[in-house]
């Protein structure tokens, strides 16, 4: 359950969010992203519940409206996109994405896959860390997404930082990530090394973080937390849904004030 962010080397700050461990890992699954037998179903699934609910918040903030569903266009940067399973969703709002990733082969894999169709082919690919995109970019989005990324990023606070400088003022940050409580723990190792619904090694717990923690940092940047909802997935049935818990994982919108 990831949407996989690493960071590059090449940086002119001392700090970094980069872990080669999962730059690694991540680089490996490049191959069968779009595979229907990759393992990486649950990761479809998170992406498609996060879509729906980035359609909701487009008509319930106005950016979008029933009666002009196109409306204008509205400006959406992915962080941390991996090969594009969110990124073609989004693109099929009539929104203009630009989506970012610093692992050049899901790049590429993301772009291959998006050419076939003339909608999504209109979204902008670039193989590139969210501090580099910052530099040139900040204020410029109406909402700036990173869907299960947090969780792979060494410096979460910079991370977090960086993603915010990028939203314009009264726009939507939004952030999901895995939890770091000992039900998150049972989670990954029955999801992990039990069911198989990722693939092993997909999160490590000890870079995991709680709701509360990234709503600290989030307030930081000048943002208030419009809402916060948990992920539960039932290895039983499969059935992902939301719920009010925060303690297995969790989805963050807030709105920056100034």
Known sequence: MHSTYLISCKMSTNRSTINEKEVSFFKNLSEGWWKEDSGLQLLHETNRMMGAFVQDELFRTGLKTQDAPGGGQVKIL????GGGFLTEILARMDCEVTAIDVAPELVEIAKNHASSDPVTSKT???AQSIEDHTKHNADKYDIVISNFVLEHVDDKEYFLESCTKCVKRGGLFIVSAISKTIWSWL?????????GYVPSGTHDWNMC???QDTHKM?????FEIIETRGYFHNILTGKLSWWSEW????????KKLY
């Open 209 to 211: 973080i709680t709701a």
């Open 78 to 81: 992915e962080v941390g996109c």
């Open 247 to 254: 303690s297995l994982a969790y989805v963050i919108e807030a």
């Open 187 to 195: 989670m990954i190792n029955l999801h992990e090394r039990v069911c």
């Open 218 to 222: 989030i307030r930081k940047n000048n």
């Open 124 to 126: 902008t690919y670039i």
